[in-house]
């Protein structure tokens, strides 16, 4: 993870947005497991990481991330992967 990157996003957020950060760990949310292992597979270099989970996918909040994001990754090479499994663990009442 890269931590450097980590703390500049995690500032930019919450100075333009007032939106904080929180850590989460042991989650049973997967995505960055099932992606993780293709990027060494495919990256000729090595790389970093910046771990990024939206639980409030507002329109808000996302829009802050970009924002954030295009801040921080400004005048860096970046690839950014997104996954789209919104949720396969709960019921589709749940989920819905």
């Excluded at 890269?2 to 939106?19: C, H, N, Q, V, Y």
């Excluded at 991330?65 to 005048?75: D, F």
Aim: hydrophobic residues 45%.
């Amino acid at each position: 993870m890269d931590k450097p990157l980590l703390a500049a996003f995690e500032a930019d957020l919450l100075s333009r947005s007032g939106i904080p950060l929180i850590r989460v760990s042991h989650d049973q949310e997967h995505s960055l497991e099932i992606e993780l292992p293709f990027l060494p597979r495919t990256l000729a270099s090595p790389f970093r990481i910046l771990p990024i989970m939206l639980r409030d996918q507002s329109s808000r909040v996302a829009e802050a991330v970009g924002h954030s994001l295009a801040a921080v990754l400004r005048g860096r090479a970046a690839l950014i992967v997104a996954s789209s499994d919104l949720s396969h663990f709960y019921p589709g009442s749940v989920a819905r």
